[in-house]
């Protein structure tokens, strides 16, 4: 089955810096790649998603890249603010979205 | 909409109890997913569902844990005997049925946080 790997695990820095989450995939057969944002006791949210016959997306600060050759897929996030402060999880998914396998999520803290 | 909801947000049983969680889904959606997350395991699929019917149940981890939909606006996940090792937040999401990939987001309830001593 789909293995999804995520780094770095946490993540510092620095308000105004970028930040990077890189995640890498197993099956070749995923076409749907979403990251889910999570802040402190609260429930996973959909931020980006990207699918397999596009390389790149942008939604304002947040932009997703993909390479299926390589099967890996980044979260950038440019700017960073304090709210941005959450663990982000990559996901992938070779139904359309249905049988979802995540990352193990990265902690990012950005400091002001 | 009011969203996932999922019932009670905590529980805190003993070891041996039968637990029941609920979960309503968004009103039109008609796939609905349960996860569990654990800080040593992370997010896992334990079971979703398409119109009502069980599709994969590959992550229930093991006979003590049952989940059933019996319609379109209810599912239950049981766990009987409960142990201290299923203490973790379990989540419900749906999804819409749209065919087109602007459906494919899955939308989270808060979760129910479970304790078993």
């Known amino acids: 089955g789909e293995n999804v790997e995520q780094h770095p695990s946490t993540l510092s820095v620095q308000e105004g810096d970028s930040a990077v989450i890189k995640c890498t995939y197993s099956d070749s057969a995923s076409n749907y790649f979403p990251w889910y944002k999570q802040e402190l006791g609260k429930r996973p949210q959909l931020i980006i998603d990207i699918r397999s016959n596009v390389g790149e997306k942008k939604d304002q600060r947040i932009a997703v890249t993909l390479n299926k050759t390589a099967k890996h897929f980044s979260l950038h996030i440019t700017e960073t603010q304090p709210e941005d402060s959450a663990v982000y999880f990559c996901?992938?998914?070779?139904?359309?979205?249905?049988?979802?396998?995540f990352g193990a999520g990265t902690i990012l803290r950005v400091k002001s | 909409d009011a969203g996932v909801i999922q019932s009670p947000r905590h529980e805190v049983t003993e070891m041996g109890q039968e637990v029941t969680l609920r979960c309503k889904p968004i009103s039109g959606h008609n796939s609905l997913f349960w996860y569990r997350q654990t800080m040593m395991r992370g997010l896992e699929l334990l079971i979703y569902f398409n119109n009502n019917v069980p599709i994969d149940d590959s992550g229930m981890p093991e006979d003590r844990f049952s989940a059933k939909m019996p319609n379109a606006s209810f599912s239950t996940l049981k766990i009987q005997p409960s142990e201290p090792r299923d203490s973790a937040v379990y989540f419900c999401a749906s999804r819409h049925p749209g065919a087109g990939w602007a459906y494919n987001e899955q939308f989270f309830g808060p979760g129910t946080r479970l304790t078993v001593l």
């Open positions: 996901a992938a998914s070779a139904e359309y979205g249905n049988k979802l396998v």
